[in-house]
């Protein structure tokens, strides 16, 4: 049995629960603190300043995700205008992250599009990134066309994310690389049937590897999100020995998760980002945090006894 695919599976099963949900809503606050910048922009701006001073850049995303409404997509969509608008005047690099159905995707993949549009067109002109999340397997074919279609209408200041788990990313992968893409890769953070997804995590990692070190091989700007040291050992050694300088790619990783590791490897002189979320629609971000490491459910576990 693969422990690590039973316990994600099991977190993720039982995070769906509303009584559940409920509890650790009210009860395991600091846990939330731990892994989430706030509730507000401000709160947001406060931990990204900090980041800064440690040469830490940060990632700022407005959480939220799978809609119901227009008007809730709308409402996500002037979020993240306003995000755009507090980091452009500030000294540090501006990078933004969004999910496409936070902007409507299940309801309407022109909605989504055309929010994204609006987003870009305020965006670009101020020099800010925006880097479009990807969520579960039925909705990556969509993701992957709202992205082609927005660099087909000009767009550059926008990245696209690719997940070493799911069997289809290296056609994906060679489907993208005419644009040129300015790609985020991680393994996957949602629970994923056998059919699509690879359920070893040894398969998982040496995918991951290998995608990324295509896109290197590619001449692609990589952006490695990760918290295993192996992973990013081996990163580092292999765009040492194949002389691929620093500024060709990056890492990535989550806020509250290994603060330690983001400073050695900003002092090492690698670009590194730390992922900031921030918002009242946290429940379904920290699940999977949950899911991804244990010992965060002891955490949860001691934040529900405690009060």
């Known amino acids: 049995m693969n422990l690590d695919l039973f316990y994600r599976q099991a977190v993720l099963s039982v995070a769906g629960n509303p009584k559940v949900e409920a509890l650790i809503k009210t009860r ?135 997940q070493s788990y799911l069997f289809r990313t290296e056609k994906d992968f060679w489907e993208l ?35 990324g070190k295509l896109a290197l091989k590619e001449g692609l700007y990589v952006a490695f999100a990760t918290h295993d040291p192996r992973l990013i050992a081996e990163v580092k050694r292999y765009t040492g020995a194949m002389g691929i300088p620093k500024d060709r790619f990056e890492f990535q990783l989550l806020y509250g998760v290994r603060p330690e590791e983001q400073r050695r490897l900003a002092q090492e002189g690698y670009t590194v980002r730390a992922y900031v979320p921030y918002g009242t629609h946290w429940y379904p971000y920290l699940s999977r945090r949950i899911a991804e490491r244990p010992e965060n459910l002891f955490l949860v576990l001691r934040s529900l006894l405690g009060g």
């Not at 799978?66 to 452009?88: C, D, H, N, P, T």
């Not at 893409?181 to 590897?209: C, H, M, S, T």
């Open 177 to 211: 690389l005419p644009y040129r893409p300015n790609l985020r890769l991680v393994k996957g953070a949602y629970r994923e049937p056998k059919e699509v997804a690879f359920q070893d995590k040894r398969l998982i990692d040496a995918e991951f590897l290998h995608l």
């Open 28 to 162: 395991a606050r600091s846990l939330v603190r731990r892994y989430v910048a706030g509730e507000t922009l401000e709160e947001a701006l406060l931990v990204a300043e900090r980041l800064e001073a440690q040469g830490v850049h940060a990632i700022l995303d407005l959480l939220g995700e799978m809609v119901r409404s227009e008007e809730e997509a709308r409402a996500f969509q002037k979020g993240i205008l306003e995000l755009i608008r507090a980091v452009a005047g500030r000294p540090w690099p501006k990078y933004v992250s969004l999910k496409l159905t936070q902007l409507g995707l299940d309801l309407s993949e022109a909605l989504a599009l055309e929010l994204l549009r609006e987003i870009l067109k305020e965006a670009e002109p101020k020099g800010v990134f925006v880097r479009i999340d990807m969520e579960d397997s039925p909705r990556v074919e969509a993701t992957l066309r709202i992205y082609k279609a927005l660099r087909e209408e000009g767009f550059s200041g926008v990245g696209v994310v690719l």
